[in-house]
């Protein structure tokens, strides 16, 4: 069994009136079966509000489920009276990095989560230590937060969840407020924990670029997955993406309308080499 | 409507050791009709000079005029100068703040000394303008998604009818749906409207499609202005800049590299596909089996 499995999860929001009464209810996530093994890098899409945020948050039992099971690492999350067990397992980055920072400086923000579970003191600087060297953030374990650009501030939150050593990193539109440099530096950071360290990593983006070295995609819509594939199999079908409020990679996009403007390529060009040599054989 | 700055600096805490110069000696004409973008990597000065374009910040050198008129002068209306430059900020969610969306968006026409009848039908017209849809108008803005706020804020600005829009990053965190649709309405405005559109934004792809004209700052200086095309022809030095040019343009350069005699200075998927199968059709290439009616388009 995966590390992160769903089995008909469902969730609803609810709104209470000024008595307490619950109001009215909102489906957020609908039927959702997930199955995702360990060392994977899953990328989820879906427009704004199809869910996918909701879902991540189960995926670190923040929320639970209103219906269905959701299991990380073989516990059912809904029966674990110790949620924060959990929480080390999968750790969570959110978009905004100057929420999710607390240190004034580098070092003790990173390790904050490590020293919030009780491990020892000296081994609690050799788990910063390793953090701060795997996201290339060394060199700034001595400056305040603050001064850091946002690319720099999220690698420092990747390194505060990867000092609690998860097996599963849950990131949530981790790129959303960087600039083009911030964002190729998380995006490599997060690559390489998947590559070196075999962290599991569910990745949620908007930007279709970043998805295309996923080993699985999966696309929201409407709090149910509607579409799940490679990378390849999914930016095929650029009409369908388009109902869905996406995108794909310009590279895709441009051979797609050359596609239909009759040149013979395939469907499915994820990168630059792929459409050279489709274009200049 | 145009605004001018002439050798502005501005210096972040003088005199302490924290002391930055976030704008460097900036001379800049902004005549009126453009759509400008700007772009400039986290801490480059971007949002530090916007500010300036509306008086939300004082510089601490040189001089900012608005129609010929120093905006710092004494007397100055800068109430007037903040309603006619209008200012959309990075978090729309931070700029609402009233009980429901009509309301908010009124806030704006009756500070300048409307009724609520006048501001109604100007919240009412920007609303619509934007795209946000009537029968939404009574709900609450933190019921909204973030492409509702940002449009909610966009209009709260335009129904002060501004000259000139300011928009810092309108699309963050928008999905490629919404940030379409926002783009597109912003265009739409400006070619009905007729106003100044300052767009800053980290999709190159975005102000490829969009502007006319783009300003690249670079730790406090405009290093760039001129047309998308030019400043992304110059893409190894944004690279070092922390940008980047259009994925398009990469493409492009990378097909020329390898022997196809295509346009390498195009930024959008529409000017690569035209320039791509021109250069086929020239080759009189087997690839090709499309009639010319698809160059068209």
């Known amino acids: 069994m995966g590390i992160i499995k769903a089995f008909k999860l469902g969730f609803d929001y609810l709104k209470y009136d000024e008595d307490g009464n619950v109001q009215d209810t909102q489906r957020a996530v609908n039927d959702v079966n997930l199955d995702i093994e360990a060392g994977e890098f899953v990328a989820i899409l879906g427009h704004n509000g199809s869910g996918k945020s909701t879902l991540a948050k189960h995926l670190n039992a923040l929320l639970l489920p209103t219906e269905g099971t959701l299991w990380i690492d073989d516990t059912v999350t809904s029966q674990e009276p110790e949620l924060w067990k959990l929480r080390q397992k999968a750790g969570m980055v959110f978009q905004n990095p100057d929420n999710q920072i607390i240190g004034t400086v580098v070092e003790e923000d990173v390790g904050f989560g490590p020293e919030n579970m009780g491990v020892p003191t000296e081994k609690i600087w050799k788990r910063v230590d390793e953090s701060l060297q795997k996201t290339g953030m060394t060199a700034y374990r001595h400056h305040s937060p603050n001064k850091l650009s946002g690319g720099q501030k999220q690698r420092v939150a990747i390194a505060g969840v990867m000092a609690m050593r998860p097996k599963c990193i849950v990131l949530d539109e981790p790129t959303a407020m960087l600039d083009p440099n911030g964002r190729r530096e998380v995006l490599e950071a997060v690559k390489e924990l998947n590559r070196q360290e075999s962290v599991t990593v569910i990745l949620i983006t908007h930007y279709m670029e970043e998805v295309i070295h996923a080993d699985r995609v999966y696309v929201m819509d409407g709090g149910s997955i509607v579409m799940e594939g490679t990378p390849k199999e999914i930016f095929s079908k650029v009409d369908t993406l388009k109902h869905y409020r996406l995108d794909v990679p310009q590279v895709t996009l441009l051979a797609h309308e050359l596609r239909k403007s009759g040149v013979d390529i395939p469907e499915g060009i994820l990168t630059t080499e792929e459409l050279v040599s489709a274009l200049c054989q | ?297």
């Not at chain 2, 004082?58 to 001089?63: F, L």
């Not at chain 2, 908010?104 to 920007?126: H, L």
């Not at chain 2, 295509?262 to 009189?284: G, M, P, Y």
């Open chain 2, 1 to 297: 409507m145009s605004i001018e700055l002439k050798n502005v600096m501005y210096t972040y805490s003088p005199g302490t050791s924290y002391e930055i110069h976030a704008l460097k000696d900036i001379d800049l004409n902004i005549p009126d009709g453009q759509f400008i973008g700007v772009i400039g990597h986290t801490g480059s000065g971007k949002s530090t000079l916007i500010q300036h374009l509306n008086a939300l910040i004082r510089p601490t050198s040189g001089t900012i005029l608005y129609n010929g008129e120093d905006i710092w002068a004494d007397k100055y209306d800068r109430k007037t100068l903040r309603s006619e430059v209008g200012l959309v900020f990075q978090y729309p969610e931070h700029q609402l703040f009233e009980s429901d969306v009509l309301s908010d968006v009124c806030f704006g026409p009756m500070n300048q000394g409307k009724t609520r009848e006048e501001a109604e039908a100007e919240a009412r017209k920007a609303l619509s303008q934007v795209g946000f849809k009537e029968k939404n108008y009574g709900k609450s803005p933190f019921e909204l998604s973030g492409g509702q706020k940002k449009r909610v804020a966009i209009a709260g600005v335009l129904a002060m009818n501004p000259k000139i829009l300011i928009l810092d990053e309108p699309t963050a965190g928008l999905d490629p749906k919404g940030r379409d649709d926002i783009l597109d309405q912003i265009a739409e405005l400006h070619a009905a409207r007729g106003i100044t559109i300052i767009l800053v934004s980290h999709s190159m792809e975005d102000i490829a499609k969009y502007v006319e004209r783009l300003i690249v700052m670079n730790h406090g200086e405009t290093v760039f202005d001129d047309t998308p095309k030019a400043v992304f022809s110059h893409y190894k030095e944004l690279e070092t800049m922390g940008l980047a040019a259009p994925q398009i343009t990469y493409i492009m350069h990378a097909l020329k590299e390898h022997g196809l005699d295509v346009d390498a200075d195009a930024t959008t998927v529409e000017e690569a596909k035209r320039s791509i199968l021109a250069v086929l059709n020239e080759n009189k290439s087997a690839l090709l089996k499309a009639e010319g009616g698809c160059l068209d388009d």
